[in-house]
């Protein structure tokens, strides 16, 4: 049976467990933790080692780099007007009442620091090497990638060293094949992971939280919507001349993977397994999705936006176009290096808030339905990087290989 339709069963028997047997179910989702948690752990190698494997066996060209910054910034671009522009014309704060008793009991709110731009930049600065894989700093592991690897790949062609490049070289392919081979064990286990998760958060919440948030949720997922099938669609059929059911055919295994695992980062062997299957050449797919995957992530970006401006709504607070700016800035900084992991976008939304000034008081209530929400997140992310991926080849010239 193929991943994807083991994901889709085990996503339905959750849903149904949860409903019929509420909360002595709740059990069943710290193996879903487990499974989640083994998975980011080895992710982290996984995108060190095929960052620096990439640079070990392909010259990366200043040309892929370049198109890189500029395809992500298009789409992060569009993303954030997309989350405003939405938020501006629909309003789905204001059928939502003040949440002014609804926050009671002690319930504890989100802290969250104000962000500081000088820090947020020397903040990805690790004080030792080992710290970024403990901390699982994606950017920071990227930023040592990068390193190494033109470390590397310098030093592989140097003529004096070829005997030592090729010991090297040998060594970043086995340990970069070794931690694929240790996740694809994991991911074996995946659907049952989902299974637990599902079965744990209807049996708690069940489908109640979708009541009194129902606009929000709807016009979050409009906007990943657009984003997703305007968006990228264009750049896919219209730019990159690529076939859309082909296209969609490749991406349906990560696609659904980041449904039911709820983080982009997790789904990174997946993803690769989608890109590989559209013929995309190893130095754009990597480039895409492992060293561009801080800079894809339009779901979280287009959601904090279009958030932002739902809290000052629900507040009543009128923001002004140079607010909303800073705002948008604000998420862009958040949302960079964020790690790819459940409920990631509801914690840098804490961070966006406190640093244009919005109250907190609301977060409790969205977290009651940012399990879907997060679940729509990484799967754009997702698309995003396959679609970055293609775009890469098609503006570099390298025709994808057609695999049966």
Same mark, same amino acid.
């Given at each position: ?100 008793? *609804? =926050?009671?009991? /002690?319930?504890? #709110? +989100? ?5 500081? &731009? %000088? ?94 948030? *129902? =606009?929000?949720? /709807?016009?979050? #997922? +409009? ?5 997703? &099938? %305007? ?174």
């Amino acid at each position: 049976m193929p991943l994807y339709t083991q994901i889709l069963v085990a996503m339905i028997l959750g849903l149904v467990t949860g409903l019929i047997f509420g909360k002595q179910v709740s059990f069943l989702g710290e193996f879903g933790k487990i499974i989640i948690q083994l998975i980011k752990v080895m992710a982290a190698p996984l995108l060190f080692f095929a960052i620096v494997d990439a640079f070990m066996r392909t010259q990366m060209e200043r040309k892929r780099g370049l198109w890189l910054a500029f395809i992500c910034t298009i789409n992060t671009t569009l993303a954030v007007v997309i989350g405003l522009g939405l938020s501006n014309w629909l309003e789905p704060g204001k059928h939502m009442v003040r949440p002014e008793t *609804a =926050v009671t009991g /002690g319930t504890e #709110l +989100l802290k969250a620091e104000k962000i500081d &731009f %000088v820090k947020a930049i020397t903040g990805y600065i690790p004080q030792n090497i080992v710290q970024p894989f403990q901390e699982n700093s994606v950017l920071t592991i990227v930023l040592l990638a990068l390193l190494a690897g033109l470390a590397l790949r310098k030093i592989k062609d140097d003529r004096d060293w070829q005997p030592q490049a090729e010991t090297m070289d040998r060594f970043v392919q086995g340990a970069f094949r070794a931690t694929e081979i240790i996740l694809a064990w994991i991911i074996m286990f995946i659907p049952l992971a989902v299974f637990g998760v599902i079965a744990k958060t209807v049996g708690e919440q069940g489908l109640a939280p979708l009541k009194g948030l *129902a =606009v929000y949720v /709807g016009v979050a #997922l +409009l906007g990943l919507a657009i984003q997703v &099938f %305007v968006v990228y669609q264009f750049w896919i059929f219209a730019v990159a001349r690529e076939s859309l059911r082909r296209f969609w055919s490749a991406a349906r295994d990560a696609i659904v993977y980041a449904l039911g695992a709820s983080s982009s980062l997790a789904t990174l062997p997946v993803t690769l397994k989608s890109i590989d299957k559209l013929g995309v050449s190893h130095a754009s797919a990597r480039m895409a999705a492992c060293v561009g995957t801080n800079f894809n992530n339009d779901g979280i970006l287009l959601y904090e936006a279009m958030a932002v401006l739902f809290v000052a709504q629900v507040h009543g607070i009128e923001m002004s176009y140079s607010q909303q700016l800073v705002a948008a800035l604000s998420c862009v900084i958040a949302g960079i290096g964020i790690a790819g992991v459940p409920d990631a976008g509801l914690i840098s939304l804490a961070l966006v808030l406190a640093t244009v000034g919005l109250p907190l008081e609301i977060l409790p209530l969205l977290l009651t339905v940012d399990w879907i929400l997060s679940r729509a997140r990484a799967t754009t992310n997702v698309i995003s990087d396959i679609a970055v991926a293609r775009l890469l080849d098609h503006f570099t010239g390298h025709a994808p290989t057609r695999r049966r």
